[in-house]
């Protein structure tokens, strides 16, 4: 089988097989080789690497992962594609194709079984629609990561990036950054996907801290108050905190909280670093808040 990264052979593809493309997956197949080849070189992926993909499509990146890693597995929620990813994938044996949703997979029981619970690198050309919660799940799970290097929305990617006092920054800015580096690789236009999207593209690659940048004493409380101070994003740190289901706590806690921060209370969350916010977790009360650092939580706060 040829090569998939060009207009003409994914047609054909799609043709033989009779695919037709299900928006609600959010399917738009890279037809450009050269974006490819400059996301294999920003992932720096190797002859040793285990590498997850999520959302292999037809097979376009997974063929160029299957070239340069021992070993490659993809989870793909689609059924109608497992019959043509067996045929656009034949000549490799390092690769196995899971059809699964990969948010209700056990991406860490499936590091274990795979690579012996080493690290592994993540490549993909994400579903849009369910890119946070994805990316989530990977960082707060503890699955073993030494990279992820992925295609996102631009918006998105611009969001893991921004600080404090932008209009783009949130929850997702500080809880990727408090888990990695995140660097742009690149801008994606939407004339290299069939079909095209309606929306601008970009690579971006984190790379995992080896220690997060801020100390905090439980790193789950911290993103439950950080989700709720940006779920409200309008409204003062203490009344969104207050107002928060599941936290529990009182606005008198609150400002108290941000008085011995040295902070007002009519401060917004959109104000505060990540070093402050794991101050703040740390001088909070503990209610009898449910833990909802899950890639569910994010699901809830908004997929993209
Ligand atoms: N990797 C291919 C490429 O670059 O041409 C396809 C990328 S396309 C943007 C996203 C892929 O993710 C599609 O194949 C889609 O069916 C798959 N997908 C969507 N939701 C998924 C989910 N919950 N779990 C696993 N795969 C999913």
């Given at each position: 089988m040829a090569f998939l990264a060009t207009p003409g052979s994914t047609a054909e593809v799609l043709r033989k097989y009779g695919f037709h493309f299900q928006k609600k997956y959010g399917q738009n197949f890279l037809i450009d080789g050269n974006i490819l080849e400059k996301i294999m070189a920003a992932s720096g992926i190797t002859g040793q690497d285990c590498v997850l993909e999520i959302g292999p499509g037809i097979g376009t990146m997974t063929q160029y992962l299957a070239e340069r890693a021992r070993e490659v597995v993809a989870v793909e929620v689609d059924r109608a594609l497992i019959p043509i990813l067996e045929d656009t994938l034949s000549a490799y044996d390092?690769?196995?194709?899971?059809?699964?949703?990969?948010?209700?997979?056990?991406?860490?029981?499936?590091?274990?079984?795979?690579?012996?619970?080493?690290?592994?690198?993540?490549?993909?050309?994400?579903?849009?629609?369910?890119?946070?919660?994805?990316?989530?799940?990977?960082?707060?799970?503890?699955?073993?990561?030494?990279?992820?290097?992925?295609?996102?929305?631009?918006?998105?990617?611009?969001?893991?990036?921004?600080?404090?006092?932008?209009?783009?920054?949130?929850?997702?800015?500080?809880?990727?950054?408090?888990?990695?580096?995140?660097?742009?690789?690149?801008?994606?236009?939407?004339?290299?996907?069939?079909?095209?999207?309606?929306?601008?593209?970009?690579?971006?690659?984190?790379?995992?801290?080896?220690?997060?940048?801020?100390r905090v004493k439980d790193e789950r409380r911290m993103f439950d108050f950080i989700r709720a101070s940006f779920n409200q994003r309008r409204k003062t740190l203490v009344n969104g905190l207050a107002n928060a289901a599941g936290l529990e706590l009182s606005k008198e806690a609150v400002t108290v909280a941000l008085g011995q921060m040295g902070l007002p209370p009519t401060v917004r969350g959109e104000s505060l670093t990540l070093e402050q916010f794991a101050v703040l977790s740390d001088l909070l009360p503990c209610g009898s808040g449910k833990d909802a650092g899950t890639a569910d939580a994010w699901q809830k706060q908004g997929g993209k």
């Open positions: 390092n690769v196995t194709v899971i059809c699964q949703d990969i948010l209700k997979t056990d991406i860490r029981r499936m590091v274990e079984e795979r690579n012996g619970g080493n690290p592994v690198k993540v490549v993909a050309n994400l579903p849009y629609y369910i890119t946070t919660p994805i990316l989530m799940g990977l960082l707060e799970s503890g699955v073993p990561l030494e990279s992820i290097t992925v295609m996102v929305q631009k918006e998105v990617a611009e969001r893991m990036q921004v600080g404090p006092g932008t209009k783009d920054y949130g929850a997702l800015s500080l809880a990727v950054q408090y888990y990695a580096k995140p660097e742009t690789v690149m801008q994606v236009p939407p004339a290299c996907f069939m079909p095209r999207p309606n929306v601008g593209s970009a690579v971006i690659r984190l790379t995992r801290h080896g220690q997060p940048p801020v």
